[in-house]
């Protein structure tokens, strides 16, 4: 995939800049107070293959745009894909007519100016990667081939697939915020089929990066799928019971995002959250401190700024045990009564401090007990906090893995499984902005046969 020099980028970068300040001028043209809009252009290469032959090879070229205008507290927002100026132009009249129609709301407002991001600062997001489409051929094949030789019990394969993108994203309002920067993406991925008798399983594993020279070798990614899914052969149902339960470090991640959702300002103020009024209280052991890093040196979710245009800074969410912030945008933290905490648009390079324990410690202290490696379903109920999954996994006993096991539900209540945490492992081998150990917690239900 060609890439864009930095003059190129420059100059691309200019052109929705422009896009947005001709936007937010359209916008008070037609009688609004206040406008806000994003627009962004993407391009990519992705291929995939399968048992060695080619399936699919795609180029990608997309743009976005999207405003927001306001008249009073009257709210209206369109979105088009087209960038020509007759297509923002009614895009923009769409809003205005929308706004038109809808009810005052008295948190309907843009970011207060002080709080707006005045610069963008180098996060080293962008690294274009000149790959040609028989380069990315021969790495995707490579990845499934080393997992097709990683054991005769793999006998079939979903395939494998590369992927390499490049986007520019410009947001601006009319408070005066304007900011814009490149962004790269790049991922190999595998996944295959073993077989052991009658039995089948299939697993999978993937790297991922903002820069080429960052993502694990194609062999590793291929034979770490293949041994992932050999692992899973052989696999027993369990009678039902309570027991500790390991999570895997990167299944714990879903335990992180179930966190940041009950904090999540929309949530609270809508009084659907298990961790309503919880601010300042302990909420985990007093040694988990959980926090984000969104200005993270090459951070798969790193951003200068959120969706509101406010600076994006390092916080707590977690210190000592304790419940430190809500998550909120401009909005929420307006019904609440609460400054925005420049989380519009999600937490970014979410973190957990990590213990000294590896994943042979993690099992010793687990001791007896289950260790989920996968997890099905969405029983989780925001509300109560109850919580219900399919999972698959291994049993293990005086600190060893005995044998798979699959087709069993694990339930608990997450505030208990919060408070109920023993060990986070320094396991973390997965990629991701989400970065996690393996979290032990002290008892659940696990229902089988």
Same mark, same amino acid.
């Given at each position: 995939m060609p890439t864009a020099t930095i003059e190129e980028t420059g100059e691309r970068l200019a052109r929705l800049q422009g896009i947005i300040e001709d936007l937010l001028k359209e916008a008070e043209r037609q009688g609004a107070s206040a406008a806000e809009a994003s627009v962004g252009s993407s391009s990519g290469l992705e291929v995939s293959v399968r048992l060695g032959e080619v399936e699919t090879v795609e180029h990608t070229r997309d743009n976005g745009l999207g405003i927001t205008v306001y008249f009073g507290h009257r709210k209206g927002s369109a979105s088009t894909s087209d960038l020509s100026p007759a297509a923002v132009r009614d895009a923009v009249r769409a809003a205005c007519a929308i706004a038109e129609h809808t009810q005052e709301d008295r948190c309907a407002h843009l970011a207060d100016p002080d709080l707006l991001a005045t610069e963008v600062p180098d996060l080293d997001l962008c690294h274009p990667w000149s790959i040609e489409v028989a380069q990315a051929i021969e790495l995707a094949v490579a990845c499934e081939d080393a997992a097709r030789a990683y054991d005769p019990r793999i006998v079939?394969?979903?395939?494998?697939?590369?992927?390499?993108?490049?986007?520019?994203?410009?947001?601006?309002?009319?408070?005066?915020?304007?900011?814009?920067?490149?962004?790269?993406?790049h991922s190999l991925n595998c996944a295959v089929i073993g077989q052991q008798g009658d039995m089948m399983q299939r697993d999978y594993w993937w790297t991922t990066a903002r820069a080429a020279m960052d993502l694990d070798p194609a062999r590793t990614v291929g034979e770490r799928a293949a041994e992932r899914t050999v692992s899973r052969l052989g696999a027993r149902r369990l009678g039902t019971c309570?027991?500790?339960? $390991?999570?895997?470090?990167?299944?714990? %991640?879903? &335990?992180?995002?179930?966190? =940041?959702? @009950?904090? !999540? *300002?929309?949530?609270?103020?809508?009084?659907?959250?298990?961790?309503?009024?919880?601010?300042?209280?302990?909420i985990f052991p007093d040694f988990v401190r959980i926090y984000e890093e969104p200005h993270l040196l090459r951070g798969l979710a790193s951003a200068p700024y959120d969706g509101d245009g406010v600076v994006t800074?390092?916080?707590?969410?977690?210190?000592?045990?304790?419940?430190?912030?809500?998550?909120?945008?401009?909005?929420?933290?307006?019904?609440?009564?609460?400054?925005?905490?420049?989380?519009?648009?999600?937490?970014?390079?979410?973190?957990?401090?990590?213990?000294?324990?590896?994943?042979?410690?993690?099992?010793?202290? $687990?001791?007896?007990?289950?260790?989920? %490696?996968? &997890?099905?379903?969405?029983? =989780?109920? @925001?509300? !109560? *906090?109850?919580?219900?999954?399919?999972?698959?996994?291994?049993?293990?006993?005086?600190?060893?893995?005995?044998?798979?096991?699959?087709?069993?539900?694990?339930?608990?209540?997450?505030?208990?499984?919060?408070?109920?945490?023993?060990?986070?492992?320094?396991?973390?081998?997965?990629?991701?902005?989400?970065?996690?150990?393996?979290?032990?917690?002290?008892?659940?239900?696990?229902?089988?046969?």
């Open positions: 079939n394969s979903e395939g494998a697939s590369l992927s390499t993108s490049f986007g520019l994203h410009v947001a601006g309002n009319s408070n005066g915020f304007m900011g814009g920067y490149p962004t790269t993406r309570e027991a500790p339960v $390991l999570f895997r470090a990167e299944v714990a %991640t879903g &335990l992180l995002r179930s966190l =940041v959702s @009950a904090i !999540t *300002g929309s949530n609270v103020y809508r009084r659907s959250s298990f961790l309503l009024d919880q601010v300042g209280e302990p800074r390092p916080k707590d969410l977690i210190s000592a045990g304790v419940l430190q912030t809500y998550l909120l945008d401009t909005y929420s933290g307006c019904r609440l009564a609460l400054p925005t905490t420049g989380n519009a648009g999600g937490v970014r390079n979410l973190r957990i401090d990590m213990g000294e324990k590896d994943r042979a410690a993690m099992l010793r202290e $687990l001791g007896t007990g289950l260790l989920v %490696t996968e &997890l099905m379903g969405h029983g =989780v109920n @925001a509300v !109560t *906090g109850d919580y219900s999954r399919g999972a698959a996994g291994f049993w293990v006993e005086n600190g060893e893995i005995q044998y798979p096991v699959e087709e069993i539900t694990i339930a608990g209540n997450l505030k208990e499984m919060f408070a109920g945490l023993v060990a986070v492992g320094n396991d973390c081998d997965f990629p991701g902005s989400t970065r996690t150990g393996s979290w032990l917690i002290d008892r659940m239900t696990i229902a089988g046969e």
